[in-house]
């Protein structure tokens, strides 16, 4: 199983078949931004973004995933991209990141990186003009 997070490659070898990608990222030093609450899909706090090549085009399409659902052995061949992947306070915010803070976007900001990560697989759509994606 080999895939990369935020650029990095990772090989897991015979990963447990009911480990979510959400567990296997918060067990990584230094990604805990993507937080886990429901385990069920409706709060969004666990939302990555997946890039994978669509097997009909050939083309990479970025999905928004509930992270604490979508099994870990299904990110195989693909591009993860963690709130921290967009943006970090060493390499600087990403826009996303910076206007949710600029204009009161959160509260106590538990579920911001699942929103930025919404955001920001809807700007991809947009920058790639898939509307029906959207």
Known sequence: LTFTVNGAQYTVHN???????????????????????CKEAGCGVCV?????????????VTKAVNSCLFPLYAANESHVTTTEG???RKKGFHVIQKR???HN???????????VMNMYR????????????V
Request: aromatic share 6%; hydrophobic share 30%; charged share 20%.
């Open 15 to 37: 990963p447990d078949a009911h480990t979510s990608l959400n567990e296997w990222i918060r067990n990584q030093p230094g990604l805990k931004g993507t937080k886990v609450m």
């Open 48 to 60: 990555v973004a997946v890039t994978k090549k669509d097997p009909t085009t050939g083309k990479d």
């Open 86 to 88: 967009i943006g970090n």
């Open 100 to 102: 949710l803070a600029e």
């Open 105 to 115: 976007g959160s509260q106590c900001g538990f579920c911001s990186p699942g929103m």
């Open 122 to 133: 809807y700007v991809w759509c947009i920058i790639h003009k898939l509307k029906g994606s």
